[in-house]
């Protein structure tokens, strides 16, 4: 069953339950209120019937009901059968209902005349008229009463299958209309494939669930369509960037092969060395890349001092044509929480970037003056980096001198690999303008707790 279709029988369902029982409660309430109002009006008569007969002599017909034009009356004597006056409807006849002695219900007698039909209502009392004790009936029909169970049935049989189908073709309307943009927004994402991920589904201009559902899936389509088109773009960029040191190294070989007695063959294992070596790196950034788009960049988190590992880096990065300077720290035992190999990977990552554009120094300093945070500051006297680009740059493959960088064997994966290590250990990574010229990148990472 659709949607639709359940929603239509669903609601026919409850709507002519919740007919039904207000039909029901309905009748009850008016069967209850005829009833009362039919005792009322023979009780009223009866004290009618007992005023009449206070001189002690009863008229020979008693008088009519001013409430009830089918209400007849008798009254009895006190052995409870001797008629001894009665309307004219009960003239010539027996006594039709008895009263026993300290009872408020009378009882019809089984010798009642047929006539006057099975459907009575009565009403009998004691009373003492000029000194004499009779008892007093009223009795009408209960045509009332069949008015109201024939009314009921009528609505029960009629009324509730009307009520039923015109509820559910209003629902099956009401739920077509509001279903109708969500088949256009099933039949538009039949049609999205991951060959054209730039289509969105209509989004209705109201704004209720469906129209937050489109805005959603049109949410998701456009994150779906930037991961698919940075994957291509990964994709292509790790090709040329693999193909390039293969295709050094292959050219190089192939240079050897055709001269195999005259070609310099430590020179040429230099240079395959120097390739496999870069290919080797691009593909340990690259694995390293896809275990932070898994989540899994950090393996296992602990306490690390700050300061030796910095000053680690520094001693063992090669810089010949600058000076590397780590400034004292006021707080050498700040620490940090997170895995010492990655953190030393992203030291040295913002190291070597500072290092190959600086023109003479790289300056580091550590920054633990903050209760719940250790800064690593990296500035070099280089030419900066425009604001423009300050973000750009931790892209994947993006450089802004890019011939230059391509010859210096970089691949443009350092400042990316930075950035995805300091977002693994809740960090944060920025650039900003050096004091005196140049570029300042600050890493802040959580201290660890003491």
Request: aromatic letters at 2%; one cysteine or more.
């Amino acid at each position: 069953m659709t949607v639709r279709t359940q929603v239509t029988a669903v609601a026919g369902a409850a709507l002519t339950a919740a007919v039904a029982l207000g039909l029901v409660i309905m009748y009850l309430v008016q069967l209850g209120s005829a009833r009362s109002t039919s005792e009322n009006q023979l009780s009223t008569y009866a004290a009618q019937i007992e005023q009449s007969g206070q001189a002690g002599r009863w008229p020979s017909s008693l008088p009519a009901s001013p409430l009830d034009a089918d209400a007849e009356a008798q009254v009895l004597a006190a052995d409870g059968t001797t008629v001894l006056a009665a309307t004219r409807g009960l003239a010539g006849y027996d006594a039709v209902y008895t009263l026993a002695p300290g009872s408020d219900t009378p009882v019809r007698r089984p010798a009642a005349d047929p006539g006057l039909g099975s459907e009575l209502r009565a009403f009998a009392t004691h009373a003492t008229v000029d000194g004499r004790s009779v008892d007093i009936v009223t009795l009408t029909t209960t045509t009332s009463l069949g008015q109201i169970n024939e009314t009921f049935a009528r609505l029960l049989l009629i009324g509730v299958p009307a009520i039923l189908l015109l509820a559910s073709a209003t629902v099956w309307l009401v739920v077509g209309r509001a279903l109708r943009p969500v088949e256009q927004i099933r039949r538009t994402a039949t049609e999205i494939t991951a060959a054209d991920l730039s289509r969105r589904v209509p989004e209705p201009a109201a704004r209720d669930e469906i129209g937050e559902l489109a805005r959603t899936m049109n949410g998701m389509l456009t994150r779906i369509e930037d991961s698919a088109v940075r994957q291509r773009r990964f994709v292509a960029d790790a090709s040329h960037e693999l193909r390039t040191p293969l295709a050094a190294i292959r050219t190089t070989l192939e240079v050897g092969l055709a001269h195999p007695k005259r070609a310099p063959w430590n020179e040429i294992a230099e240079r395959v060395m120097r390739q496999s070596t870069r290919l080797e790196s691009l593909v340990e950034q690259l694995l390293l890349l896809a275990r932070s788009d898994d989540r899994h960049l950090v393996q296992a988190s602990r306490p690390v001092t700050i300061e030796p590992l910095v000053r680690e880096v520094c001693a063992s990065t090669a810089a010949a044509h600058v000076s590397v300077e780590l400034r004292p720290c006021a707080d050498a035992q700040a620490r940090v929480l997170g895995e010492p190999e990655q953190l030393e990977r992203l030291v040295r990552n913002i190291l070597d970037n500072a290092i190959r554009h600086a023109r003479t120094r790289v300056a580091l300093s550590i920054d633990a003056a903050a209760p719940d945070t250790v800064a690593i500051e990296i500035a070099d006297d280089g030419p900066g980096i425009p604001v423009h680009e300050r973000e750009r740059v931790f892209d994947r493959f993006v450089r802004l001198n890019a011939s230059r960088e391509r010859g210096n064997g970089t691949s443009g994966l350092g400042l990316a690999l930075a950035k995805e290590i300091a977002a693994a250990h809740d960090g944060s990574i920025t650039i900003a303008d050096a004091p005196g010229g140049g570029t300042l990148v600050r890493i802040v990472l959580p201290r660890a707790a003491d």
